[in-house]
């Protein structure tokens, strides 16, 4: 079964400063889906970014990127240019690519404080 | 579109009752999940149905709940009887089709039972 693992439970940052959130996972697959989902303290779960495992690339969305590195089985996220409404859970997710198998396993989640 | 919408957003009921949450989905979504959040265990899938059918109930705790959809814009989440161990934020959540695809969540359901 694959899991998910978010070491750090919280996390601070200075407004307007950079941040990096961690995320591994342990799977077996060759073929997967990664997103990072934020929640607010409103508790609507909000996709911020996914990955593609089969994409080299790194995915980014505005201030927000990733550093997908798929043979440490690490999964990063980047918010640059830090702002008040960024303070949230953030969860990492994986979808297994196996077709059929739309389940979604969570990490534990960080929440992220942004220090005005 | 509204979203998924869930109802209700707050349900205290007595150990022992029976429960229903109500979930209807984005229209056209293929995909159905129901999802519990607890501080102890984290954000876990329950079931999910493709086109009204269960997939995967592997998640259900135990025969005190159960889940159906029976039409595309509507799904039912019971548990019956109730346990202050059943006390969660439940998520409904809904995608168009699977892979990278993302799943949209609706508001929650913050469960209390006493």
């Known amino acids: 079964a694959q899991t998910v693992t978010q070491s750090q439970p919280e996390m601070s940052v200075q407004e307007a400063e950079t941040v990096t959130l961690s995320c591994t996972y342990d799977?077996?697959?060759?073929?997967?889906?990664l997103f990072w989902y934020k929640q607010p303290p409103s508790r609507q779960m909000i996709l911020v970014i996914r990955?593609?495992?089969?994409?080299?690339q790194n995915a980014t969305e505005n201030r927000f990127s990733v550093n997908f590195q798929k043979a440490a089985k690490s999964f990063s996220l980047k918010i640059s240019d830090s702002q008040l409404g960024d303070a949230a859970m953030y969860f990492c997710?994986?979808?297994?690519?196996?077709?059929?198998?739309?389940?979604?396993?969570f990490g534990t989640g960080t929440r992220l404080t942004i220090i005005p | 579109d509204a979203g998924v919408i869930q109802s209700p957003r707050h349900e205290v009921t007595e150990m022992g009752q029976e429960v229903t949450l109500r979930c209807k989905p984005i229209?056209?979504?293929?995909?159905l999940f129901w999802y519990r959040q607890t501080m102890m265990r984290g954000l876990e899938l329950l079931i999910y149905?493709?086109?009204?059918?269960?997939?995967?109930d592997s998640g259900m705790p135990e025969d005190r709940f159960s889940a159906k959809m029976p039409n595309a814009s509507f799904s039912t989440l019971k548990i019956q009887p109730s346990e202050p161990r059943d006390s969660a934020v439940y998520f409904c959540?809904?995608?168009?089709?699977?892979?990278?695809?993302?799943?949209?969540f609706g508001p929650g359901t913050r469960l209390t039972v006493t």
């Open positions: 229209s056209g979504h293929d995909y």
């Open positions: 149905f493709n086109n009204n059918v269960p997939i995967d």
């Open positions: 990955q593609e495992a089969y994409k080299q």
């Open positions: 997710a994986y979808r297994s690519g196996e077709f059929g198998n739309e389940k979604l396993t």
């Open positions: 799977t077996s697959e060759s073929d997967y889906y």
């Open positions: 959540a809904s995608t168009l089709r699977p892979g990278p695809y993302e799943q949209y």
